[in-house]
């Protein structure tokens, strides 16, 4: 199996052509895909996250109204992949598109920084 990290949490397994955890090396989804489809999603409020530290109405957390932030997980081992803050009704991003060919081209002839794993 050789594969590759795209992000510190997500490889492309060359062999598979799949999108790969890089914690558990579980299979998300074919990499022609946008890899969060394959991912656990959790819709979280942003004050679940950005605490108020002070006792005012003021909050220095997004509008829920107009914010909610998406957190992918793996859904063999659960680590978190990726996060976003997104409008409401606003779908999915599709942030990584990769030429496979391309990058398996790369990795046989000159695979310069990229972190490969065999």
Not at 25 to 42: F, M, R, T
Not at 54 to 59: A, E, G, M, N, R
Not at 81 to 106: A, C, F, M, S, W
């Amino acid at each position: 199996m050789v594969s590759v990290e795209i992000t510190p949490y997500l490889d492309i397994n060359l062999d598979s052509e799949m999108w790969v955890c890089s914690t558990c090396n579980g299979d998300l989804i074919e990499c022609s895909s946008n890899y969060k489809i394959g991912c656990s999603v959790a819709e979280r409020d942003p004050s679940e996250i950005h605490h108020s530290e002070i006792d005012t109405d003021y909050k220095f957390s997004p509008d829920s109204n107009w914010c909610k932030i998406i957190e992918f997980y793996c859904p063999h081992c659960g680590a978190m992949i990726e996060n976003e803050y997104l409008p409401l009704g606003h779908p999915i991003t599709h942030d990584i598109d990769i030429d496979v060919d391309q990058l398996r081209k790369i990795v046989s002839e000159d695979p310069g920084d990229l972190r490969i794993k065999s």
